[in-house]
Structure formats: C-alpha cells, structure tokens
C-alpha cells in the first residue's frame, strides 16, 4: 500500500491494454476506470482494482480518482458518432474537475501529432483540444502526441496489412506518400512509463516518434519485403477522403466511418518538429523496419497464447463461415463435450498421426501428402517417433510439435508446403459431468495466393476436422 496508486483509463482499448500490462508486470499498483468490469476482468492481474464508472459521468469519477497519484488518460472517441468531438471535449472536463479535486499529482494524456499551422483534421485538432482542457485543470499534464502506431493488432499497423496482403495492385491515392514519423507500440509505452517518475514538475508536450520519417506507401513497400509479397503500387492524383473510406472499407477491416476519420487525419504531415522528449527521458526509438518486425514477432506470440476457442465456446457460438479473423491469421475452431476424464479424452490426441493416422479421411491426408512430395516438400514418410509419447520438437508427419502440455494441449505447426503458415491445435479442459475437447486450425495466408488455398479448401477442411473432432470424442470414452 506504500507505492503510488496509478488510474488507468482505457485499458480495454489497443493502447492501454498493453499499457496495463506493462503496469502490472512491473509490480505497480493499478486501477482501471471502465464501463463494464466484467469486460476486464478475465485479462487484469488478480491484485489490479477495477472501478465501474464513465469519464462522460461526472458523478462515477471521484471514487476512481480517490487516492491516485498518476492517471492515464487514454480514451477518446474515434470511432463514436458524428459528435465525437463535443464528447472529447465533455469528458475531458469532467475527468480534470475530478482529477483536480481529488488532489491527483500528475495526468499522463496520449493525443496525436500535427500542427495547427498547417490545418488539421477535426479528429487531430480534438485530440490536441483535449490536452489542453486537461492542462487548464491546474493539474500537471504531460501530453505525449504521437503519429502512427506500429504493433499487431493497432488501427495503421492493421491497415497497412489488409491492404498489402489483400491487394496485389493498389491503387494509392496521395494520402499514402504524406510524410509520417511512426512508433513502435514499445516504444511508445516506454514514454508513457517514464512519464510516471519524470522529475519535472510543470506540465510539458512532448512530441514522439520513431527513428524513421517515411510514408504509409514506403510502410507498405517494407511490411511486403519483410512477408515476402511483391506489390505494386500506382499513384492516382486525387482520390477524396470519403471515396477513400469508402474503398478501405471494401478491402480493410475498418469500416467506413472510421476509414473516413482516419484518412482525414493522415493527408496531415505528423512529423516530430521538436525532439526535446528524446532527451528528457533519454529513449532511443527503432525505426520502421524494426518496427514491422517486432509487429509480425509479437503477433506469433500473441496468437500462442491466446485460446480461441475459450471465447468461442463460452459464448456458445461456432465461427463464421470461412473463420474468425485475428490480424493476418483465419482461426477455425470447433469444440465438443465428452462424458471421460481430462487424461483420457487426451489420450487420442496424444497418439495422433503416424501409423495410427488422423481420425478421418486417411486417404485424402496420404493424398495431401503424395502432392507435397511432388512439391519438394516433406509429405506424409515422416511418421512419428514414438507412437504414444510426444515432446516439443518431435516431427508428426508433416507437422511439427510447436508446444505440448501432457493431458492438456498440443500445438502443431506444418512444414509441408504452403501459400502461408499453418497450425493445428487441440487442447481439453474440466467441464460439468466430463471434459471439453477443443480444436483450432490456424491459417496465416501470404498474400491472395494464401487467401485462395485457404477458401478452396475450406468446405473440405470444415468436413475433415469436424469428423476428426468426432472421432477423437467417441476414441475418449471407448
């Protein structure tokens, strides 16, 4: 209880979920303001405090704030109606009176990069709108405005994906040549870190960046390189923001709405002009490249780690036709109850493929692999090492164990040849009256060629692994 109290608020969006992560790996005692509690709760640290409440009611502030050294403001409304700025500027009041009056030291505010000189889109001139409300509460506001942001799963990083991996040719208004000073998503958390034990005491705009000045076409040119995609870009001379929305619409996951938002704000240079923040928290930026890696890295990590079909089941709901989409990646997955106990409705998966085979349809996956050899790759001659037993490493077939939990998970990752990366993955879990079978395929297409392999297949695949998942339950409680 002796360390300072820390508000967060946010952390259910891109920024201030990681934000809340970093917080809490490293020991320090958080609170979040939400709106719905439950939301957060499955993803916050046991120790973390979450409070009920909305920085557009005033009355649901004072109790978050009470005994807050630091609070992170980090909400905006982007992607609210066509009054998001009448709300920013709503909230913002609210959260400085409360902030004020519980006697809070220090806000810490993320906006966005641009100068009003050179006009800005209504959703920038908000952003710095609310920096500036929140530095007239008399509380001491550290302002940190920042360009795009470079990490799996941010708004520009996602499409900068949909549109390279999606469209062989694009035809690139010239919004996508505007100079921009993008931030990797570490970086960027590393500034809203420091700001916490910065020493100064006046309240300060820091303007913040990568080591790179470069544009959304050149972001597109490196993320292809480093995919191995080979795109063409052509220039048109015009192409207007809402004609613009409306085809990133159409190709991106954004819809029209917010592709509009967006475009407005990039056909604006956000460039850093003043590198004081580089010195004062003595932080040395990566570049784009660096950047895109880390994007792409940090994504293989993320979808290890996450159990798609936790969500899935729980809310009683079988993926949409073609797969759920996370980032790049197309997630089928299905799940089944059986009446036997976790060690033995694993037992089947633990012995699958080799000389047993795999549950359904052997004569297609011999085919499969009598093609993969005729492709150079490794086909089906593999086998597997030891026909009960198996450990990280060990080559099933044309599949390699990726991560293995004895009676609880195994994850396999293909080496035959493909238009993309490809991952299977079967885990079992405790439920009433028995245990939970559950099965994930995972696609990471490269490209349109990746993209149409994948729905070819599909309706094949849907027929082989929903009869894989039956058989393996009836082997579970033979």
């Known amino acids: 209880m002796s360390q300072p109290l820390i508000l967060l608020t946010g952390a259910t969006g891109y920024v201030g979920g990681r934000l809340l992560h970093r917080l809490e790996a490293a020991g320090t005692r958080v609170r979040c303001l939400v709106r719905d509690p439950q939301r957060l709760r499955a993803r916050a640290a046991a120790g973390t405090e979450l409070v009920a409440g909305d920085v557009l009611a005033a009355d649901s502030l004072p109790a978050?704030?009470?005994?807050?050294?630091?609070?992170?403001?980090?909400?905006h409304a982007m992607a609210g109606s066509a009054g998001f700025a009448e709300q920013d500027r709503r909230a913002a009041h609210?959260?400085?009176?409360?902030?004020?009056?519980?006697?809070?030291?220090?806000?810490?505010?993320?906006?966005?990069?641009?100068?009003?000189?050179?006009?800005?889109?209504?959703?920038?001139?908000?952003?710095?709108?609310?920096?500036?409300i929140l530095r007239a509460s008399g509380v001491q506001t550290i302002e940190f405005r920042a360009s795009i942001v470079i990490g799996s799963g941010s708004l520009s990083f996602e499409l900068v994906r949909a549109l390279t991996e999606r469209l062989p040719v694009m035809i690139c208004p010239r919004w996508v040549r505007v100079p921009a000073q993008p931030i990797a998503i570490q970086d960027l958390l590393d500034y809203l870190c420091a700001a916490r034990d910065w020493s100064g005491?006046?309240?300060?705009?820091?303007?913040?960046?990568?080591?790179?000045?470069?544009?959304?076409?050149?972001?597109?040119?490196?993320?292809?390189?480093?995919?191995?995609?080979?795109?063409?870009?052509?220039?048109?001379?015009?192409?207007?923001?809402?004609?613009?929305?409306?085809?990133?619409?159409?190709?991106?996951?954004?819809?029209?709405?917010?592709?509009?938002?967006?475009?407005?704000?990039?056909?604006?240079?956000?460039?850093?002009?003043?590198?004081?923040?580089?010195?004062?928290?003595?932080?040395?930026?990566?570049?784009?490249?660096?950047?895109?890696?880390?994007?792409?890295?940090?994504?293989?990590?993320?979808?290890?780690?996450?159990?798609?079909?936790?969500?899935?089941?729980?809310?009683?709901?079988?993926?949409e036709w073609g797969g759920i989409r996370f980032g790049n990646r197309i997630v089928d997955s299905r799940a089944v109850r059986v009446a036997a106990p976790a060690a033995a409705a694993f037992a089947p998966i633990r012995r699958i493929g080799g000389a047993r085979g795999w549950y359904a349809a052997d004569f297609l996956w011999r085919m499969r692999g009598f093609l993969d050899l005729l492709c150079g790759g490794v086909g089906?001659?593999?086998?597997?090492?030891?026909?009960?037993?198996?450990?990280?490493?060990?080559?099933?077939?044309?599949?390699?164990?990726?991560?293995?939990?004895?009676?609880?998970?195994?994850?396999?990752?293909?080496?035959?040849?493909?238009?993309?990366?490809?991952?299977?993955?079967?885990?079992?879990?405790?439920?009433?009256?028995?245990?939970?079978?559950?099965?994930?395929?995972?696609?990471?297409?490269?490209?349109?060629?990746?993209?149409?392999?994948?729905?070819?297949?599909?309706?094949?695949?849907?027929?082989?692994?929903?009869?894989?998942?039956?058989?393996?339950?009836?082997?579970?409680?033979?």
């Open 380 to 478: 089906l001659r593999r086998g597997r090492r030891d026909p009960e037993h198996l450990a990280v490493g060990d080559v099933l077939d044309w599949w390699r164990v990726e991560a293995f939990e004895p009676d609880r998970f195994l994850r396999l990752r293909a080496e035959m040849r493909l238009p993309g990366r490809a991952w299977l993955e079967f885990s079992v879990a405790p439920a009433p009256a028995g245990t939970t079978i559950r099965q994930t395929a995972i696609f990471d297409p490269a490209g349109i060629a990746g993209l149409a392999y994948w729905y070819a297949l599909y309706p094949l695949h849907l027929w082989i692994f929903a009869r894989m998942l039956r058989a393996i339950a009836r082997q579970a409680t033979a």
């Open 201 to 319: 005491t006046e309240s300060a705009v820091f303007e913040i960046g990568g080591a790179d000045v470069v544009s959304y076409a050149e972001l597109m040119r490196e993320y292809a390189r480093q995919r191995g995609l080979r795109r063409l870009l052509i220039r048109v001379p015009v192409l207007t923001p809402r004609l613009s929305s409306l085809w990133l619409g159409l190709v991106t996951p954004l819809y029209a709405r917010v592709g509009r938002i967006l475009v407005d704000s990039i056909r604006h240079p956000t460039v850093v002009e003043d590198p004081r923040a580089a010195r004062v928290f003595a932080l040395r930026p990566m570049g784009m490249r660096d950047a895109i890696a880390a994007a792409l890295r940090n994504e293989d990590e993320e979808c290890a780690q996450t159990r798609w079909s936790d969500a899935l089941v729980a809310a009683g709901r079988q993926p």
């Open 94 to 132: 609210n959260f400085a009176a409360a902030a004020r009056a519980a006697g809070v030291r220090r806000i810490v505010y993320l906006g966005g990069l641009g100068r009003s000189t050179n006009g800005l889109s209504a959703h920038l001139a908000s952003r710095q709108e609310v920096g500036a």
């Open 64 to 75: 978050a704030l009470a005994g807050v050294d630091t609070a992170y403001y980090l909400v």
